[in-house]
């Protein structure tokens, strides 16, 4: 894979991003992703939970997502989910609100 890398924005949000030159495709970390959509402030642990919940629920993330090396805040890299952006994401997409609605009403 090449290593192009990008930081994109999405919400005010840093979003890191991984360019595959064979595929031509672009990889993004989603827990960066979980952290724009949701606001969570700490959306590494979110993404844990939900990862949890659909490996119990029988979806299977590995035909989704793979794991990349990219560069943390702290400037090391390691290993983070990422998978390839198919449409746009809004505030508003369906999906996503509803995960995160299901989410938010459980920990009121």
Not at 32 to 61: M, Q
Not at 93 to 107: C, G, I, L, P, T
């Amino acid at each position: 894979m090449q290593n192009k890398k990008s930081i994109r924005f999405y919400k005010d949000h840093e979003v890191r991003a991984i360019w595959d030159e064979e595929k031509s495709l672009w990889w993004f970390s989603i827990v960066d992703i979980v952290g724009a959509i949701t606001d969570s402030p700490s959306p590494r642990k979110y993404w844990s939970v939900l990862k949890t919940r659909l490996k119990k629920a029988g979806n299977e993330l590995t035909t989704r997502c793979s794991q990349l090396k990219m560069t943390a805040a702290d400037g090391k890299q390691y290993a983070t989910d990422c998978f390839v952006l198919t449409k746009c994401l809004t505030p508003c997409d369906h999906e996503v609100r509803a995960v995160w609605d299901e989410e938010k009403s459980k920990r009121i």
